[in-house]
């Protein structure tokens, strides 16, 4: 079942594990599973480039993750925010979370102006 995201991928166990592989937040075992599922995947070759890009930007991302939000499902969907791979539901429920939850706010905005860093747009 698909869940409306553009990036998509038929294995949820690897769906859920994405964000944190990028960050580098998954123990040895989940880091061979993804490892050995991105030489077969297209999909998630593509969104892990494309996030790379930003974490290599933020020391491998390292970053304010550990902030003190009653939410972290949602901070941990802010990769997946700034590239533009939520569904319209999650979109909604971050934007609903981030406007009332001050760590996220300040995360969602580091994570937005690397984006632009790493696509040339910042100043």
Known sequence: MSS??????ANPEINTLLADFVK???SFGERQKVE???????????FVTR???????????KRAS???????????????YV???VTE???RE???HVSDCKECQEELRFWLAVKDVASGRAQ
């Open 94 to 96: 971050i934007e609903a």
């Open 66 to 80: 550990n902030a003190a939000c009653s939410r972290p499902d949602l901070l941990d969907l802010a990769l997946f």
């Open 36 to 46: 050995a599922h991105l030489t077969v995947c297209r999909v998630c070759q593509s």
């Open 51 to 61: 996030s790379h890009v930003l974490v290599e930007l933020v020391g491998q991302g």
């Open 24 to 26: 580098g937040r998954v």
């Open 89 to 91: 539901e999650e979109r």
């Open 83 to 85: 590239n533009n791979d």
């Open 4 to 9: 409306g995201r553009r990036f998509e991928c």
